[in-house]
Nanobody
Framework: QVQLVESGGGLVQPGGSLRLSCEAS????????MGWYRQAPGQQRELVAD???????KFADSVKGRFTISRDNAKTTMYLQMNSLKPEDTAVYYC??????????????WGQGTQVTVSS
């Protein structure tokens, strides 16, 4: 089983910054992809960004130029640096990881979610 622990959410004023972290632990062969979804009340879940073990990165159009994503050398911890935050960034942010439990067996795990609120 894999556990994903998120941290870094909170309340920030428009134009401010936050950094979210997601740490994976447990038993697995490797992590193929880690990323972030977010969901605001009344909105559909949106893929914010993700990064593969090979370093390929993608962003939602709504956050391009403002957010960055990275993984540590062990590729078990992921960071989402959020700059120039806007009220529309307010949401619960969920970390996910696509994990190779064994060869040819890919499983998705989710973090518990962390609230990001952008308000003056």
């Amino acid at each position: 089983q894999v556990q994903l622990v998120e941290s870094g959410g909170g309340l920030v004023q428009p134009g401010g910054s936050l950094r979210l972290s997601c740490e994976a632990s447990g038993s697995f062969v490797s992590i193929k992809t880690m990323g972030w979804y977010r969901q605001a009340p009344g909105q559909q879940r949106e893929l914010v960004a993700d990064v593969t073990s090979g370093g390929d990165i993608k962003f939602a159009d709504s956050v391009k130029g403002r957010f960055t994503i990275s993984r540590d050398n062990a590729k078990t911890t992921m960071y989402l640096q959020m700059n120039s935050l806007k009220p529309e960034d307010t949401a619960v942010y969920y970390c996910y990881a696509n994990v190779w439990a064994k060869i040819d067996h890919l499983i998705r795990y989710w973090g518990q979610g962390t609230q990001v609120t952008v308000s003056s």
